[in-house]
């Protein structure tokens, strides 16, 4: 991996105090911390215990390793002796990993939304000892600022409060609480209709930014899923207004500051409406997300474009992120000691020191590089320029095939020059944990690359991955951990590591037609089925029936950063139905859809993963089952005509000696008569509940697929 990581070690002293309870910790995020003034305890039986022997409330800072406000409050905070005096006298003080612990994150993130309006990170909590929370909010600093309370204020009022009238605040936790409990159990169910879809795309349609892409106002997010709807809608309706949403969108990405023009990969999202200027740190999961949008608008439009910036995520992805053991790791950090952003920006003078003066006038018309720049350091107040392209040259290039530079010697030269004289810089700190359910996006994204490309080192990342989950985040009765960090594997699996996982396994076998890999997503769902689902009321909890008891269980449908866990099982299952031909899949998929329906139905564009697999649902879904040597080129030829078009409700199954061997007629059954017609290789077509005859010939399939 590229660049010298890390920041700078403190100089006043903070490396020399003594360890919190955080010392054992794996956390990258949680190590920030084990020498904090503050006494930190890990989340767990410990520390609530000792709030109730001390008779103390229960201060719970939830962060994680790349966000840059919880760097700031740390700073501020965290790592002053006076607020940390308070907080050690008065509290009990516990820090949370949101990526290592998403179901805490969850529970206080819906008490924070539901007594504040608003919510996010760093996220503060007091608590009652019995984890009922009775304050919440976001960032303090430490003295008051602006209108804002600072912590050396409120702290202490709140402890007052505490041994005063402590009855009215343990009453209004156990509102908050039961509040919480009813939101989570109450799911008002309906029938489904794919009227819902054609709102959906209404209400993203009154969002849309023509000028820039996107949806609403700055910050601007990628919202990759949202994409992928506009993309089903526009291939179920015909809509150009949905395809043109999704191209503006991608372009403006593309060419956009959020885009990493020279190391690849994008960053978390764009401060400003254009996109020009990101949060600077960059996530797995949107590097995943984006790599299949992309992948899918190349197939759809055959923009060249789309599949460069795809190939240029799948570059960083395994150059970067992706560890010698095949796991890929969380996230790099936005800040270093320089500050915010500091690693990816430059100056003019920058450009001519590394290129020469020739040279640096041309990369700089050609990245908007100036000398006023286009983005300050916040630390250092230091001008700069986020490298970006110019999107009317890019847009106005589609049809001959790319940008005029892009693939011009001279270009690719000086990127590779800026990059080297990058990686000389002091690169953001990474966080190294690997998460089940963040591999499992990776792992689905470079299966679906590798079909819509043929890139093997797709194919050979993906399975590398996917191997070392096997290898090491499986427990010992068949479920998955969550987190692999430093050697061990820990924390029992939430159900966005089954559903992200088992959507991974379907896109394997959708690469390389291994019914194992089938086999061991219906393992996956067995499990998933048995610890997470509500019988009652339906859908899947995010956490085990096993798992650590919490104030609330909840259950996520919301479609954020990260598309929820009954979105893609909606998926999955529909997958499921079709692939092995069982038909109860697709009964259980039918009624968790019905079990979200009317929450979907409230803002349509809140949900569009859910969107998704409703699509899948309402049909009519394709399924092609081609019977013959793997190893002929018409075989071959014939997968290709399916792959390189963009199909998302085709499942397609290859039937030969080999797949025959390896268990094919275990877990699909139904392709067991479907053999090559007269030694000729031949593709078996069903839409829906309606089936073709079987065809033989290249052109007949192609007919098929075009609707001819």
Request: hydrophobic residues 40%; proline residues 5%.
């Amino acid at each position: 991996m590229q660049g010298k990581s890390g920041t700078a070690s403190p100089s006043d002293g903070r490396s020399e105090r003594p360890f919190n309870h955080l010392r054992y910790e794996k956390s990258p995020y949680l190590k920030k911390h084990v020498r904090n003034p503050v006494d930190w305890f890990p989340w767990g039986d410990e520390a609530f215990s000792r709030a109730v022997q001390e008779d103390k409330p229960v201060f719970l800072s939830i962060g994680y390793a790349t966000c840059h406000w919880c760097h700031v409050m740390a700073r501020e905070s965290f790592e002053d002796d006076a607020v940390a005096a308070i907080l050690n006298e008065h509290y009990i003080s516990i820090k949370v990993d949101r990526e290592e612990r998403p179901d805490i994150d969850a529970v206080y993130m819906m008490a924070c939304q539901q007594m504040t309006g608003q919510g996010g990170w760093p996220l503060s909590i007091i608590t009652t000892p019995a984890k009922e929370p009775f304050f919440a909010g976001t960032y303090f600093p430490r003295s008051g600022r602006a209108g804002m309370p600072g912590l050396l204020d409120l702290l202490p009022q709140i402890a007052r409060i505490w041994a005063k009238e402590r009855g009215d605040l343990e009453r209004s936790a156990r509102v908050v609480t039961e509040a919480l409990r009813s939101t989570a159990e109450n799911l008002p169910g309906g029938k489904v209709d794919s009227r819902l879809l054609t709102r959906g795309y209404e209400d993203l349609a009154l969002m849309f930014d023509p000028v820039y892409g996107g949806f609403g106002r700055a910050p601007k997010f990628p919202t990759p899923t949202t994409l992928q709807f506009l993309l089903r809608f526009w291939k179920r309706n015909g809509s150009d207004q949905a395809l043109n949403m999704v191209t503006t969108t991608l372009d403006a990405l593309s060419c956009g500051g959020i885009h990493d023009q020279l190391g690849g990969g994008f960053h978390r999202y764009s401060t400003d409406a254009s996109w020009r200027v990101p949060h600077f740190e960059k996530m797995l999961y949107d590097q995943a997300l984006l790599l299949t949008a992309f992948s899918d608008a190349w197939l759809a439009t055959k923009n060249p474009v789309y599949r460069e910036t795809a190939k240029d995520i799948v570059t960083y992805l395994l150059r970067d992120l992706q560890s010698d053991n095949g796991g890929f790791i969380a996230a790099e950090d936005a800040d270093t000691v320089e500050g915010e952003g500091a690693y990816y920006s430059w100056t003019l003078e920058e450009f001519t020191q590394v290129l020469g003066r020739n040279e640096a006038a041309h990369a700089a018309r050609h990245f908007g590089v100036t000398a006023s720049g286009n983005f300050v350091v916040p630390e250092s107040n230091r001008r700069v320029n986020v490298l970006i392209l110019d999107r009317e040259n890019r847009v106005n290039s589609q049809e001959t095939g790319l940008l005029p530079e892009a693939d011009d010697a001279r270009i690719k030269n000086i990127t590779t020059r800026l990059l080297l004289a990058r990686n000389q810089r002091p690169r953001p700190a990474r966080d190294t944990k690997i998460l089940a359910d963040w591999n499992g996006l990776a792992i689905a994204a470079l299966a679906h690359a590798y079909r819509a490309s043929g890139d093997p080192a797709c194919l050979a990342a993906a399975e590398k991955a996917m191997q070392f989950v096997r290898s090491n985040l499986r427990t010992t009765d068949g479920g998955l951990f969550h987190r692999y960090c430093d050697g061990e594997a820990a924390i029992l699996g939430f159900a966005d590591d089954y559903a992200f996982m088992i959507a991974a396994l379907l896109e394997l076998y959708g690469a390389t037609f291994d019914p194992r890999l089938i086999s061991e997503a219906i393992h996956l769902e067995q499990y998933l089925t048995r610890h997470f689902s509500d019988p009652v009321h339906g859908g899947y909890y995010s956490t085990p029936d096993n798992g650590d008891p919490l104030i609330v269980r909840t259950k996520e449908i919301y479609d954020g950063a990260l598309p929820s866990s009954n979105s893609v099982m909606l998926q999955n299952l529909v997958t499921l139905g079709y692939l092995t031909g069982n038909a109860g899949y697709t009964d259980r998929a039918s009624s968790l859809a019905a079990a979200f329906f009317r929450i979907a139905e409230r803002s349509p564009s809140a949900y569009t993963a859910y969107l998704c697999g409703l699509d899948d649902l309402l049909g009519p879904a394709t399924c092609i089952v081609i019977a013959g040597d793997g190893k002929r080129p018409d075989t071959e030829q014939m997968i290709r005509e399916i792959r390189d078009r963009y199909l998302p409700a085709t499942n397609l199954i290859l039937r030969t000696p080999d797949s025959v061997a390896g268990g094919l007629d275990n877990c699909v059954p139904f392709t067991s008569a479907m053999t090559a017609l007269e030694g000729k290789v031949t593709a078996y077509i069903c839409h829906g509940t309606t089936c073709s005859e079987p065809v033989t010939k290249i052109e007949d399939l192609v007919a098929h697929l075009e609707g001819k």
